[in-house]
């Protein structure tokens, strides 16, 4: 019997009864163990990938384009929407919140920042003519490599099976990023998807972010993982805006009982927490959404996920107006901005407290169960 997934999960089978996989199998456990810098030994082409993503970052630090300047338009308002782990519904929440914040009279641009594993397009059933590797390249400037999809949202994609890509390395992110958001236009909101997971190219990215969305769901795994990623993040980023999406949740009671399970565990453990949270429900529509390509907040946008992330929007948009109502006009008038690193400290995440003897790993098993 096919069994419906939360917002953004797929289904465990289609009507055809073929497997749909809940994680791409690029994102398999030895893929993601050989890194993300081109030292992957699966298949044959290993070298060639290699040479590739090393040229590409030359050609990243040659570019005038992505040089280490503040070009970011002054009054953008830049979200970050990322996961702890794959198949919690990161990409769908991105792809409908950017639409909902358009429809709110907001102008918005989403960049899938899922290096080489794109499929924002996919969702909003468009066919990007250029991608993010296409500007590091020269062949198009990154004003032209946006396209307008749904609800005027204009979108840029990084590509998909982009090996080259895929291996960028946290310092490159950067760089790449920061150019993206400065090609923004004056009081736009920035919405931007990234990899799952907590590698130096994710947290470069998160850096840059004037709000943190960090997705999850009450299952086990993703909470683990989730606060793995907000203790690398608050490890590395300034007093990061992290807002919890508590996504797939039965009832607002459970989603409120992951929130101040995952707060308590933060100021255990980090004496510091994420600042708010927010609940989507569980709902059949977003898997009937993704099998036929389109945004539920297009298809179904009275049902109760859509209803609720509405409510999300409305949210980000008030956050939006206030920050850019605080920023100056004038560039020069800004404050010098606030540190970042994409260094990660040793030990962090997963691999920290899942050694024997670290207490975190019980608190977190603990949270878990309750």
């Given at each position: 019997?096919?069994?419906?997934?939360?917002?953004?999960?797929?289904?465990?089978?289609?009507?055809?009864?073929?497997?749909?996989?809940?994680?791409?199998?690029?994102?398999?456990?030895?893929?993601?163990?050989?890194?993300?810098?081109?030292?992957?030994?699966?298949?044959?082409?290993?070298?060639?990938?290699?040479?590739?993503?090393?040229?590409l970052r030359s050609l990243v630090r040659d570019r005038t384009v992505f040089a280490r300047t503040q070009s970011r338009a002054p009054r953008t308002y830049t979200i970050a929407v990322t996961s702890g782990k794959g198949g919690v519904g990161k990409t769908s929440i991105a792809v409908?919140?950017?639409?909902?914040?358009?429809?709110?009279?907001?102008s918005v641009r989403l960049v899938d920042a899922d290096f080489g594993l794109s499929n924002a397009e996919v969702l909003l059933g468009v066919t990007p003519p250029y991608t993010l590797e296409d500007v590091v390249r020269g062949r198009v400037d990154i004003a032209d490599a946006w396209v307008t999809s749904v609800e005027g949202v204009k979108l840029l994609s990084s590509g998909s099976g982009l090996e080259a890509m895929a291996n960028i390395d946290g310092t490159d992110t950067n760089e790449v990023m920061s150019a993206v958001i400065g090609s923004?236009?004056?009081?736009d909101i920035v919405v931007v998807d990234t990899s799952p997971g907590i590698d130096d190219s994710v947290v470069s990215l998160l850096g840059l972010a004037d709000e943190v969305l960090m997705v999850t769901t009450p299952e086990p795994t993703a909470i683990t993982d989730t606060y793995a990623a907000i203790k690398v993040l608050m490890s590395t980023v300034p007093d990061p805006a992290i807002t919890l999406i508590a996504n797939c949740c039965s009832v607002p009671a459970q989603a409120s009982a992951v929130a101040d399970g995952l707060k308590s565990i933060c100021m255990r453990f980090l004496n510091k927490s994420f600042e708010r949270y927010e609940y989507v429900p569980y709902d059949p529509s977003v898997g009937r959404a993704i099998q036929r390509q389109r945004p539920l907040a297009v298809v179904s946008s009275h049902s109760p996920a859509a209803s609720w992330l509405r409510r999300v929007a409305i949210k980000v948009s008030e956050r939006a107006r206030k920050h850019q109502a605080h920023v100056p006009r004038d560039p020069n008038e800004m404050h010098a901005p606030r540190p970042r690193t994409a260094h990660i400290p040793t030990g962090a995440g997963l691999s920290g407290f899942e050694r024997s003897g670290n207490p975190e790993h019980g608190w977190v098993a603990a949270a878990v169960e309750a």
């Open positions: 019997m096919t069994r419906q997934r939360g917002f953004g999960q797929l289904a465990d089978k289609d009507r055809f009864g073929c497997l749909l996989p809940h994680r791409r199998p690029e994102r398999s456990a030895g893929h993601r163990a050989c890194g993300r810098r081109g030292h992957c030994a699966f298949g044959d082409g290993g070298g060639a990938v290699i040479d590739q993503a090393d040229a409908n919140l950017a639409i909902l914040l358009a429809r709110a009279g907001r923004a236009s004056d009081g």
